[in-house]
């Protein structure tokens, strides 16, 4: 954990023996202002069910999310699962997409720097510039495209020192997961700032992506807008992940299986 545990920062759920934050959207916004209003590190991802599975399927990317200081809720899914099986009692889920907006316009009103990495150089100049244009006052002190493919140990270091060098409060990661999430754990032991990973966020306020309407995510059907976008692309992993999900959950329910310690399937 980064030195971002001094905050108050609520304790991760086991949720198939992944851990996931039970928190809201204010709750995780005053979280991330109040450390980089005071300068702490904090790492921060948005877990859909697609990266719920991925993490209980593949340990090491399971190990990443443990060292996250928050896993939100991505999707109403998996904030249902908090509810059922923790009885949290989560009015919302925390979108990555709706998340980023609400940390610019903070950052803007507090004068807290923001960084963007990831995507292509047409999409981040875009969604700067957006962003920048939506929210008076905000400060984009730094915003670079993904190089899409492995850096080596100098060109992280270098990174690093951009990153801290311009003097951002928050950080944003826009790669999919999961490789964003193993990028910012390369980092938070460099990168002096709060780092959240965002996925598509980059894509969908930079205008290249349409977002699902609100009445849609209300119902749980933002995967069904995105399967009609993309489906030759979605359709294999939504009828394997979804079914994985909705059986896990189903069998944790009833108390058929015994939930894993975290780390463990």
Request: hydrophobic residues 40%; positive net charge.
């Amino acid at each position: 954990m980064t030195s971002a545990t001094r905050i108050d920062i609520p304790r991760k759920c086991n949720v198939f023996g992944v851990g996931v934050t039970p928190t809201t959207y204010d709750a995780a916004l005053a979280l991330v202002l109040d450390a980089a209003n005071t300068h702490r590190p904090l790492c921060m991802t948005h877990l859909a069910v697609h990266g719920l599975m991925e993490a209980r399927r593949d340990a090491t990317f399971n190990a990443v999310l443990e060292d996250f200081d928050i896993v939100a809720p991505d999707g109403q899914p998996v904030r249902h699962a908090l509810n059922l099986l923790y009885k949290t009692r989560i009015p919302e889920n925390c979108r990555g997409p709706e998340f980023i907006v609400r940390v610019c316009r903070g950052a803007a009103q507090k004068g807290v720097g923001v960084y963007f990495y990831g995507s292509t150089s047409e999409v981040v100049e875009a969604l700067k510039r957006n962003l920048a244009a939506r929210y008076e006052g905000l400060d984009v002190v730094g915003a670079e495209p993904s190089l899409f493919r492995p850096l080596s140990d100098g060109e992280m270091e270098e990174l690093a020192e951009r990153i801290n060098g311009s003097g951002c409060g928050v950080a944003f990661f826009g790669m999919g997961c999961p490789l964003q999430e193993r990028f910012v754990h390369a980092l938070k032991d460099r990168v002096h700032a709060v780092m959240i990973a965002n996925g598509a966020a980059f894509e969908m306020h930079a205008g290249f992506r349409k977002m699902a309407p609100r009445w849609m995510q209300r119902l749980t059907l933002e995967w069904l807008y995105r399967l009609m976008q993309e489906p030759k692309r979605l359709f294999g992993r939504y009828l394997a992940t979804n079914t994985a999900f909705l059986a896990q959950l189903a069998l944790h329910y009833t108390g058929l299986k015994k939930t894993p310690r975290l780390g463990e399937r």
